[in-house]
């Protein structure tokens, strides 16, 4: 009776905290969902989550590809003020570590009273660097350090805060073992639930579906046997070989669903339903043919130009859903613009804490839940030193481009997405005043990098 008593009082002292997950999928792309228009890929627990949401048409990325997008997520800047612009390999294990002293997504909802937990994929940082995931607020991680580990579903090990946990029956290039990292991470993410089910708590699930290598447990895979016509995959991009990697491809983003369903059903089962929003998004857009992957069959960009690498509409646009019961009012769709780094505000805001100062991200608050007048970002930026070197800003409904600037290309594109959002005709010619406008803008309005550098801006 005692135990009854001490337990509903802790209960209620957390009400006043809402708890915050953020799942994050891996190079998932805008039109891989049902409810973003998918029809060969099954994901009814993600639907069902956007028909008692909300869902955004005009959410962004951080970047067009891993590290540089979770740096804008995790510290709330854009792209041409974070410190991480582009993916960075360390010799060892793990990519470019964030700097020490970094105020992090982790960090700041920690001294908001939030215990914290990542499970997933961090590549902010290797292990024992400033980096390391436990030098950046969270409480307790289980996961990928590295980016390149994360390439493989049966790895030899993962990281379980600072120790390395060896994983019997997946030695070291055995690509067929018997545990499969995802499931690992899920039961480990859903413990962290468990454990913190009385205080505030921020579940960050930066998981790796669909990433290649195209790797599925059987149980999932047979959902999709026979439904395509699939073309075997020789594995010569150095990515395991697989027989049908149409149906692999979906089977994963489906067990991934499968997994929503699960959370949901955790936090109803112990009481958390109405006292937790739930976010779910993808680090970029969707990966191009690579490994037996094949976005055109998919449609994964719903018709948008550029996938993975780019910053044209497919490589950033991205898809994101909230779920809040009793906050955010059922069934809804806004077109408002939003971005990574919006998020940190935002969460911050779920948790009644400030927001520190220099940000660039702005709270989306009141466009989740109807209430208050939603600030709006004057422009969003991207500056991103990979593939080519690539710049971009979108403001109000144009968006300017500048591509191939390490070969010194200095040439803005313009184009307006109302009217053209596959971004198929070029205004510049017709708008050259705006297009000399969105250059200055490129050139002025960012921070100088001492590790990524753009040609003809930096050095």
């Given at each position: ?16 905290k ?5 799942v994050?999928?891996d ?9 973003y ?13 956007a ?25 709330g ?7 991480i ?9 793990g990519q ?10 982790a ?5 908001a ?5 990542m499970f ?16 950046m ?6 996961g ?48 962290f ?9 921020f579940?960050?699930m ?50 991934l669903?499968r997994?929503?369903?699960r ?19 993808s680090?970029?857009?969707p ?7 094949d976005?055109?069959f ?36 806004t ?5 990574f780094?919006?998020l ?7 948790a ?12 989306l ?28 800003v ?19 594109e313009?184009?307006?997405?109302k ?9 510049a010619?017709?708008y050259p ?5 969105f250059?200055?803008i ?14 003809g801006?930096d050095?």
């Amino acid at each position: 009776m005692v135990a009854s008593l001490v337990c509903s009082a802790l209960i209620a002292a957390s009400a006043t905290k809402p708890n915050i997950v953020l799942v994050v999928a891996d190079d998932l792309g805008y039109a891989e969902l049902g409810c973003y228009g998918q029809h060969k890929i099954h994901t009814p627990n993600i639907d069902r989550m956007a028909a008692e949401g909300i869902r955004f048409t005009q959410f962004y990325a951080g970047a067009p590809v891993c590290a540089p997008s979770r740096c804008c997520l995790m510290t709330g800047l854009q792209s041409n003020h974070a410190y991480i612009r582009d993916n960075g390999e360390l010799p060892t294990e793990g990519q470019m570590p964030l700097p020490e002293g970094t105020v992090t997504m982790a960090g700041a909802l920690k001294q908001a009273g939030y215990t914290t937990g990542m499970f997933g994929k961090w590549g902010l940082g290797g292990p024992g660097t400033t980096g390391d995931p436990m030098n950046m607020g969270w409480d307790e991680f289980y996961g990928y350090n590295c980016q390149r580990e994360a390439h493989n579903y049966y790895p030899d090990h993962l990281w379980h805060n600072r120790e390395k946990v060896t994983l019997e029956g997946n030695e070291k290039g055995n690509i067929q073992g018997k545990q499969y990292s995802h499931d690992l991470i899920v039961s480990q993410a859903f413990e962290f639930v468990k454990k913190n089910q009385t205080k505030p708590f921020f579940l960050y699930m930066p998981v790796t579906i669909p990433h290649v290598a195209l790797q599925v447990p059987e149980d999932s895979l047979k959902e999709y046997e026979g439904k395509f016509e699939d073309i075997p995959y020789d594995g010569k991009q150095g990515y395991l070989p697989h027989p049908t990697p149409r149906a692999a491809y979906a089977a994963m983003i489906t067990r991934l669903d499968r997994d929503m369903g699960r959370l949901f059903s955790l936090l109803k089962d112990l009481d958390l339903d109405k006292h937790t929003v739930v976010v779910f998004t993808s680090d970029n857009g969707p990966t191009h043919a690579v490994g037996g992957a094949d976005p055109a069959f998919f449609d994964s960009a719903d018709g948008l130009r550029g996938l993975k690498g780019s910053v044209y509409e497919g490589g950033i646009r991205v898809p994101m859903v909230v779920r809040w019961p009793g906050h955010i009012d059922a069934g809804r769709t806004t077109e408002q613009t939003g971005a990574f780094w919006d998020l940190l505000p935002t969460f911050l805001t779920v948790a009644g804490a400030r927001t520190p100062k220099g940000l660039d991200g702005l709270s989306l608050m009141p466009t989740m839940t109807g209430r208050g007048k939603q600030k709006m970002h004057r422009r969003l930026i991207w500056e991103f030193p990979g593939y080519g070197g690539q710049q971009a800003v979108r403001e109000g409904d144009w968006k300017a481009v500048r591509t191939n600037m390490s070969k010194g290309n200095n040439d803005i594109e313009l184009y307006n997405l109302k009217d053209d959002p596959g971004e198929k005709t070029n205004l510049a010619k017709n708008y050259p005043d705006k297009a000399a406008h969105f250059k200055e803008i490129m050139a002025k309005d960012r921070k100088a990098s001492d590790l990524f550098h753009l040609k003809g801006l930096d050095r």
